[in-house]
């Protein structure tokens, strides 16, 4: 079972998705694929799926996107996200080993400090034009905060505030 934890929006935010539409911003895409739950959902009563411990492979990608009109009504009503991260994500997840987490190099960018990665390589991906940095989840940094995580992380130098630095 493949699921997108953005794509359906609930209906109650459907005002404010209205308000960004047209929008351009940073979002982040996840997918999550329970190993083997189609094939055991059609064999199982729905109750004895909640019983068994199925394997997941979750990809995550950070990226611009713009949002669009809502499409559809009620619960099935949808934001049009036009980006080419959410599909990013869904291959990133086709990546990833059962039970692991692999993120794309925007993602590693903006949570290095706070996760400790295995770095994949650089992977082709199909509908994705160029070659992707590939990064796996290992687990969570042992940092105090996350003020203490970003120290440690590559932050984008600030530039033409000399005199503010000079000040400090």
Same mark, same amino acid.
């Given at each position: ?54 394997? *997941? ?6 990226? !611009?996107? #713009? ?5 559809? $009504?009620?619960?099935? @009503? =949808? &934001? ?41 390589? *650089? ?6 034009? !160029?070659? #992707? ?5 290992? $687990?969570?940094?042992? @940092? =105090? &905060? ?23």
């Amino acid at each position: 079972m493949r699921q997108s934890l953005i794509w359906r929006q609930p209906s109650w935010r459907a005002l404010e998705w209205n308000r960004i539409a047209g929008m351009q911003g940073v979002a982040v895409f996840s997918f999550c694929d329970l190993i083997g739950s189609t094939a055991l959902s059609q064999k199982l009563d729905p109750e004895d799926m909640r019983e068994i411990n199925l394997a *997941v492979r979750v990809g995550i990608a950070t990226g !611009l996107v #713009v949002v669009g009109d809502l499409i559809g $009504e009620g619960a099935s @009503q =949808e &934001s049009a996200v036009v980006s080419d991260t959410p599909k990013l994500a869904a291959r990133l997840q086709d990546l990833a080993q059962a039970n692991t987490i692999v993120v794309s190099s925007a993602t590693h960018r903006l949570t290095t400090g706070r996760f400790l990665f295995n770095e994949l390589g *650089v992977h082709s991906l199909k509908g994705i034009e !160029l070659p #992707v940095d590939v990064c796996q989840v290992l $687990e969570q940094s042992r @940092q =105090e &905060s996350r003020f203490n995580a970003s120290v440690n992380a590559d932050l984008t130098p600030l530039m033409g505030r000399e005199e503010e630095i000079a000040s400090l």
